[in-house]
């Protein structure tokens, strides 16, 4: 399904990114794998190379020069791109009168800028192709917001309005998507209480939390030829879930 093909994966090291990277590499996906932590990376590449080409590079992406150190790397180990998956994200949950101004400049540089800067790389080297899938994870707080999370859904709500733009700036060439992810079984729910999830997974019609493993299927179909007609779409990931 994704024979051969290079995919560049954020957020590598753990939950969504990592379940991707697993699902890529068994569809035959050559990997680049991105995280802040490079012995979890060197775990994940270490679990996978049996499968396949596994490329590993541990930077900080709210640095606009990390980002650019790796698309040097990627251009001396691959010099080619055919998918981007910006699974990186940090979540944070606060009431308006209490956010803190610099976790918030760490949450857009995180969410929304990072995003910006990894497109505007990768397409280049689609463009010259003739070919790519960019596909952003939002959430559906971008399309719902949610009570202490107004930064966050703001963050979430900036990548939705980059896919668009991005979709026809680069159309016919590169496809550009959202999933939108609803509550994720992953370690960022961690601070959330017992109460906070009964409460989410009653107001869920499939009645659960969504597993990594289901976020990356999705991102599998739009990657792959079977969304060959998709594009400057949010898929939603979320049991039914409308907001919470």
């Known amino acids: 399904m994704l024979d051969k093909k290079y995919a560049l994966i954020t957020g590598a ?6 379940a991707t990277a697993r699902i890529f590499a068994k569809k035959g996906a050559n990997l680049i794998l991105v995280a802040r932590n490079k012995e979890a990376l060197q775990k994940i590449q270490d679990e996978l190379s049996l499968l396949t080409q596994v490329h590993i590079y541990a930077c900080d992406l709210q640095k606009s020069t990390e980002i650019k150190k790796l698309f040097g790397f990627i251009r001396t180990h691959t010099k080619e791109l ?5 699974a990186a994200g940090m979540m944070y949950s606060a009431m308006q009168m209490m956010s803190r101004e610099q976790i918030i400049k760490e949450l857009f540089d995180t969410n929304f800028i990072s995003a910006y800067e990894l497109s505007r ?8 192709q003739k070919s790519g ?5 939002s959430s559906i707080m971008a399309l719902e917001g949610a009570k202490a999370h ?12 980059l ?5 026809k700036e680069y159309a016919p060439h590169i496809r550009i998507n959202c999933v939108a992810p609803g509550v994720v079984q992953t370690d960022m729910i961690a601070s959330l209480s ?8 009653a107001a869920t019609p499939l009645a659960r939390f969504a597993m990594p493993e289901e976020v990356a299927q999705t991102l599998l179909f739009l990657s792959s030829d079977m969304s060959s007609f998709i594009t400057s779409q949010t898929i939603r990931v979320d049991g039914g879930l409308c907001s919470f």
């Open 194 to 201: 017992k109460e906070e999830k009964e409460r989410i997974i």
């Open 163 to 167: 896919m668009h733009s991005l979709a």
């Open 121 to 128: 790389y990768a397409s280049k080297m689609m463009l010259r």
């Open 150 to 161: 107004s930064a966050y859904s703001a963050s979430k709500s900036a990548l939705k309005g």
């Open 133 to 137: 899938s960019i596909v952003f994870i």
């Open 82 to 86: 055919d998918i981007l998956i910006h």
């Open 13 to 18: 090291s753990r939950g969504i990114g990592a």
